[in-house]
């Protein structure tokens, strides 16, 4: 049976009042999703593949600032602050936001403390300079240029930025060219960051605040900045060093630690409107800035100022060019004061040079050598830090010359080359050497005299006598490998690994270019190069006692923890044949002291005993050899000599002419006197024990030099 439908019906339901209704609804039904879909799809394109006009508009939904964490402080091994950050804060502008120009710059000239024209200046300037970019961003729109919207001020100082493409299309169509050879930009965007004070002391922070609330000064704010204080003061500036406001330019100590003075970085997530202005935090987008560690430095402040007092007496007694000193603990290696003295004397000539093609010529060098034997020139053979102006630089970022220049040690390195003799049975401290009255002639025709000149020495007085004769002769009996093993032995031609930036490995001859004069020059301190802290560093093996003597501390910028073990590199000598040496230097520091360094006018003696060894070298001038009258003496000593604390070493720079004329210009009267005074000083400050009475009889006759 079918079914049939009546036309009449159907005409009669489109009629009926409920049919416009139910199209309506299935209009709605399907076409309300169907926008959804169509804006959700206008979104997504929107967020993932904006327009390029669209795309400059689009900025991050969430913004993160950096909280830049505290510094940890530098202290001395007594807790003395040397180093630390505290907070300032300065007065900036936006321009941009500025109302009443007059009220803002009265206002803040009398709560910062300037005048109104110095900053009056500053914020007209600014003013102007806004006005003349605004037009031209003008400008350029009604040409059809797109202008990206402004940027939100930084609040650092940043160098300018890369060329924008606009900049980079304006060049391509030809564009002028600034002072400094940069393309003009097509435009810039108006100053929104001007800084209008220094760091200001907390009354004029308050009258800052004060003046902003009273007055209502608009674009107005106080910027918190971080200020590293050097409270070491610039006796300890070169071992603490510096460190830019950026966290650049660091040097010394800053640079040794400089991660684990910086601490952790933190950081605040926060979302944005349309506008840029914050709205809410996020959970978990806050991270507090960890400190930095505090570190504690081996450099005792109280010994650094010690030192730096003497060492400029000595200088300025000297008329010398300058002076450096190195204090060492040879029990811990702990580095307790380094000092580096500059004395600027006028009219100093330049050091002679010569080029390339001139040192390739023989005759050359030597009539640039008998110019300057014969030149009663003074040279500067000590260089002042200038920046690339030519102006002083500031303390902390200066060469540190104790690490980083070397020097011909002369005769204060005859003890490490007597005890490897001695140690491998080349000679003993009793044997009889042939030192030909003082003056011989090497089997290669070299000249060599003495200070001491006697027909025969003991090989013990051979040291204490300071006698270059005997000590070539008994370099003779090492092998040139087993003499460059010994110098390298004591760590000579390889830098300490202290940490301080510039440090000098030195120079010794390596085997391959080792001649017959390097083994002879060797011998009495000449034709190698060292640094005064690696002199301290190897003297260090004779100032050990127990166990320790013989072997070498590693120098250490930091105090070691108490159960951290001495600062041992390895063994360099057997106990015994450093004690011996030890005990024949107790002759040379009581000869410097009876000629030199009397305790008192009354005769009343040092509280401290001390070994020693003076030297005195003259100055190379490659490749013309050695300048005449100018020399580098120096000393180095160990005390008390019973139970050795410290090691000071003391190199002074070119002894004036009137020393070069009464022939006072050697280690012993030059350098020793310092030394001397600074070890009593800094051992009656470390509280040590003053020494018993030591008996030195013949020996505290012995030449000096």
Request: proline share 8%.
């Amino acid at each position: 049976m079918s079914t049939r439908t009546d036309p009449s019906t159907l005409a009669s339901d489109a009629d009926s009042p409920g049919a416009g209704f139910r199209v309506i609804a299935a209009a709605l039904a399907w076409g309300v999703p169907l926008l959804f879909l169509g804006v959700l799809g206008r979104v997504t394109q929107v967020q993932l593949w904006p327009a390029e006009e669209l795309l400059a508009q689009v900025t991050p939904r969430v913004t993160t600032v950096k909280e830049v964490p505290l510094r940890g402080d530098l202290l001395d091994r007594r807790g003395r602050l040397l180093a630390g950050t505290r907070f300032a804060e300065r007065v900036i502008l936006d321009p941009t936001l500025v109302k009443d120009q007059d009220k803002t710059i009265v206002s803040l000239a009398e709560a910062i403390g300037v005048s109104t024209e110095e900053l009056g200046g500053k914020i007209i300037a600014a003013m102007q300079e806004n006005a003349r970019r605004a037009a031209r961003i003008e400008e350029l729109r009604r040409s059809g240029v797109q202008i990206p919207p402004a940027p939100e001020p930084v609040r650092v100082e940043v160098p300018e930025p890369e060329l924008t493409d606009a900049e980079r299309e304006a060049i391509a169509r030809g564009t002028s060219f600034d002072d400094r050879g940069r393309p003009e930009p097509l435009f810039r965007y108006p100053i929104r960051y001007l800084s209008l004070s220094e760091l200001l002391p907390a009354e004029r922070v308050r009258a800052v605040r004060a003046a902003i609330s009273r007055d209502k000064l608009r674009g107005v704010s106080l910027e918190k900045r971080a200020v590293r204080e050097y409270t070491g003061g610039p006796e300890a500036a070169e071992i603490v060093g510096k460190v830019g406001w950026d966290g650049k330019h660091i040097t010394g100590s800053e640079s040794r630690w400089n991660k684990d003075l910086s601490g952790e970085p933190g950081k605040v997530g926060y979302v944005r409107d349309a506008k840029g202005a914050p709205l809410w935090v996020e959970a978990g987008q806050v991270k507090r800035a960890e400190p930095g560690k505090d570190i504690r430095l081996a450099l005792d402040l109280e010994v650094q100022r010690m030192v730096t007092e003497e060492l400029t007496a000595g200088v300025e007694e000297c008329d010398a060019q300058g002076g450096r000193c190195v204090v060492l603990d040879s029990r811990t290696g702990e580095v307790l004061a380094m000092v580096d003295v500059h004395r600027p004397i006028p009219g100093l000539a330049p050091l002679p040079t010569m080029t390339k093609e001139q040192a390739a010529k023989r005759g050359a060098v030597a009539a640039k050598k008998n110019e300057v034997y014969n030149s009663r020139l003074r040279y500067e053979i000590v260089k002042p830090d200038l920046d690339e102006k030519g102006r002083p630089k500031p303390p902390g970022l200066g060469r540190n010359r104790c690490v980083e220049d070397v020097y011909e040690p002369g005769s204060t390195f005859k003890p490490f080359v007597w005890s490897v003799i001695t140690e491998l049975g080349r000679a003993r401290p009793d044997e009889v050497f042939d030192t030909e009255g003082g003056r011989w002639i090497t089997p290669t025709g070299k000249p060599i005299s003495d200070v001491h000149k006697a027909a025969t020495m003991t090989w013990r007085d051979v040291l204490v006598n300071s006698s270059n004769i005997g000590m070539i002769k008994g370099a003779q009996r090492l092998s040139p490998r087993e003499f460059h093993d010994a110098l390298t032995r004591f760590g000579f031609g390889a830098k300490t690994g202290i940490g301080l930036g510039g440090e000098s490995g030195g120079i010794v001859t390596p085997p391959q270019r080792w001649s017959v004069f390097t083994h002879t020059s060797n011998a009495y301190g000449n034709e190698v190069a060292v640094t005064a802290l690696q002199m301290a560093r190897a003297f260090s093996v004779f100032a050990r006692d127990g166990d320790l003597a013989g072997t070498i501390a590693r120098p250490r910028l930091t105090s070691p923890s108490a159960d951290e073990p001495p600062g041992i590199v390895y063994r360099v000598l057997p106990a015994s044949i450093a004690l011996s040496t030890r005990d024949a230097m107790r002759g040379v520091t009581a000869s410097m002291e009876t000629k030199y360094a009397k305790a008192a006018p009354d005769g009343t003696p040092w509280k401290y005993s001390m070994f020693g060894k003076s030297g005195t070298a003259r100055v190379p001038c490659p490749p013309i050899g050695y300048l005449q009258h100018q020399y580098v003496p120096s000393f180095i000593a160990a005390g008390p000599t019973e139970a050795p604390r410290i090691v000071v070493a003391v190199v002074i720079d070119d002894p004036g002419p009137a020393r070069i004329r009464s022939r006072t210009y050697f280690g012993a009267s030059t350098a020793g006197p310092v030394v001397r005074r600074v070890m009593e000083r800094t051992l009656t400050y470390l509280g040590e024990r003053p020494s018993i009475e030591v008996d030195v009889p013949s020996i505290a006759a012995a030449p000096v030099e």
